[in-house]
């Protein structure tokens, strides 16, 4: 029983601060690409982070660039966004994921084969 789960997630105000965590269970995903992905209502899936399996690389979208940073913590499984400077168009369900692509960005929704729940994050003007 393989699964991702997602914390973090809450309201706040444009400018704060929220950190999400995504803990993993069953499988170890130390040796796998860790991103994260949101999906705004009415808006389809899209690519916000993602970190190799030794987080030596790291990608980021344009839109969060200087203000998101992704990481990971292998011994613990769990892989984290930290997000700074928020602003109301980041408001959407997150979803952390897991997968295997060797090279490249892993910024596609298909490099991904493990997907958590998601957890909403709303940003209030």
């Known amino acids: 029983q393989d699964q991702l789960v997602e914390s973090g997630g809450g309201l706040v105000q444009a400018g704060g601060s929220l950190r999400l965590s995504c803990a993993a269970s069953?499988?170890?995903?130390?040796?796998?690409?860790r991103g994260w992905f949101r999906q705004a209502p009415g808006k389809e899936r899209e690519f916000v982070a993602s970190?190799?399996?030794?987080?030596?690389?790291?990608y980021y979208a344009d839109s969060v660039k200087g203000r998101f940073t992704i990481s990971r913590d292998n011994a613990k499984n769990t892989v984290y966004l930290q997000m700074n400077s928020l602003k109301p168009e980041d408001t959407a369900v997150y979803y952390c994921?897991?997968?295997?692509?060797?090279?490249?960005?892993?910024?596609?929704?298909?490099?991904?084969?493990?997907w958590g729940q998601g957890t909403q994050v709303t940003v209030s003007s």
């Open positions: 970190i190799n399996w030794s987080g030596s690389s790291t």
């Open positions: 994921a897991a997968g295997r692509k060797y090279g490249g960005s892993a910024s596609g929704l298909n490099d991904y084969d493990y």
């Open positions: 069953g499988r170890t995903f130390s040796s796998y690409n």
